[in-house]
Each structure stands twice: as structure tokens, then as C-alpha cells.
């Protein structure tokens, strides 16, 4: 079965601090896409940033950036100079090529501090 | 483009009754998916359709049904409600080609009384 698994429920960060959020999947598919989705409290989920598992170039969305390391199946989530609105609930997501159902972590809640 | 709607925004239900949420896609968007959204077990998937047919289904009871129209429209139904059917129902349409990201509506909030 394929998992994901976010094991921060909680993270803080200072405003303008630089934040990594953790997430690893289990898989034995070798063709695979990875995402990382922001939900703000009382607000609409949100596609932050996506990676294919073919592209060995980590994907970046101006201050969001991921660390994919394939072999480790491990897909982190660097949010830099860190502002009052990236404060959320960050989730996790993996979905296979033959378009299984997409799996999402149970999400890190991001707090940010001025 | 317009964003993915949901209709209604807001329900309440009393236990042993019937509820229909809608959903409308982006358009162009062929497939539409179903989550459960609570705060104890997270992000719930019910349910995925495409081109009217149910591709994927999550571990739910059949109190749980969906179908998806021809204009890529879907509508779930709870039968039978129970209180802990309080939830946020998350609605998501993706192109069904890759990689197959997911754009969510703001959801339907369901309290069962």
C-alpha cells in the first residue's frame, strides 16, 4: 500500500526564518508525482508546489522549494523567509501514474511567529 | 477560470436523514474527487470519478454514493446521517492526464445533529 507519512503534527517558525516540513512516502512504483498542498485556517486548499519523480531537479515556486531524494523516498517542503500567511495546515500528497487515488499525509500545522 | 464550486457552503442535518452535495469542476476538468475532511483521521478520500464512472473508491460504508454527470458535474449523497458524519466534504477536479494534480473547492461543512 502506499503511504505518506508527515511527521511533524506541529511546526513554528520565526517571520522571515526559513522552515522545513518532512514527508516520506512508501512506494514500489518507480513513476510517481508528489505535491505539497496549503490549506489556511477557515480557507481553500491550495496546490503549493508539485514534483515529478522522473525530473531529478528539486521543484521550486519562489520562497517554496522541496528536497526530493528518490532512493530515501523523501519529499521536504523549504519555506523561506517565512511570512504571517504561510501560516496552515500543509499537506502532503503522492499520486501514481496509472492514476490510483491521490494519498495525502495527515498534515503539519504551520505556525508563524512575528 | 473559474475555481471549483460547491454547493451549499453550509448544512445541517439531523440523524436519519438524506443529504446531496454538488460539486462543479473547473471546466475541462474530467475528473472530480471526494474527501472527508475532520479533525481526528485528517484527509478522508471517499471517492473518484471520471467521465461518469467511479474509478477509485476510499473505505467508506455504502451510506456514501457519488455519481458524476455528463458536463463532469458530481453530486455525493450521505444516507441515513450520523453524528459523526460532521464534517468538511472536500471536492477536487483534476484534467486526468498528468500529473494529475488536484484543485480543491472550498467544501460543504455538514453538521449532524
Known amino acids: 500500500a502506499q503511504t505518506v507519512t508527515q511527521s511533524q503534527p506541529e511546526m513554528s517558525v520565526q517571520e522571515a526564518e526559513t522552515v522545513t516540513l518532512s514527508c516520506t512516502y512508501d512506494?514500489?512504483?518507480?513513476?510517481?508525482?508528489l505535491f505539497w498542498y496549503k490549506q489556511p485556517p477557515s480557507r481553500q486548499m491550495i496546490l503549493v508546489i508539485r514534483q515529478e519523480a522522473y525530473k531529478q531537479q528539486n521543484a521550486t515556486e519562489n520562497r517554496f522549494s522541496v528536497n526530493f531524494q528518490k532512493a530515501a523516498k523523501s519529499f521536504s517542503l523549504k519555506i523561506s523567509d517565512s511570512q504571517l500567511g504561510d501560516a496552515a495546515m500543509y499537506f502532503c500528497?503522492?499520486?501514481?501514474?496509472?492514476?490510483?487515488?491521490?494519498?495525502f499525509g495527515a498534515g503539519t500545522r504551520l505556525t508563524v511567529k512575528p | 477560470k473559474a475555481g471549483v464550486t460547491q454547493t451549499p457552503r453550509y448544512l445541517i442535518k439531523t440523524r436519519g436523514q438524506q443529504v446531496t452535495l454538488s460539486c462543479s469542476p473547473i471546466?475541462?476538468?474530467?475528473?472530480v474527487s471526494w474527501y472527508q475532511q475532520t479533525p481526528g483521521q485528517g484527509l478522508q478520500f471517499l471517492f473518484e470519478y471520471f467521465s461518469e464512472t467511479q474509478r477509485n473508491k476510499g473505505n467508506f460504508p455504502g451510506r456514501f454514493s457519488g455519481r458524476q454527470f455528463s458536463n463532469s458535474r458530481s453530486e455525493m449523497n450521505v444516507s441515513t446521517l450520523e453524528l459523526g458524519d460532521s464534517a468538511l466534504y472536500l471536492c477536487?477536479?483534476?484534467?486526468?492526464?498528468?500529473?494529475?494534480?488536484?484543485?480543491f473547492g472550498p467544501g460543504t461543512r455538514l453538521t449532524v445533529t
Open positions: 471546466s475541462g476538468h474530467r475528473s
Open positions: 500528497a503522492y499520486r501514481t501514474n496509472n492514476n490510483n487515488d491521490m494519498r
Open positions: 512506494t514500489s512504483e518507480s513513476d510517481y508525482y
Open positions: 477536487a477536479s483534476s484534467p486526468w492526464t498528468p500529473p494529475y494534480e488536484q484543485y
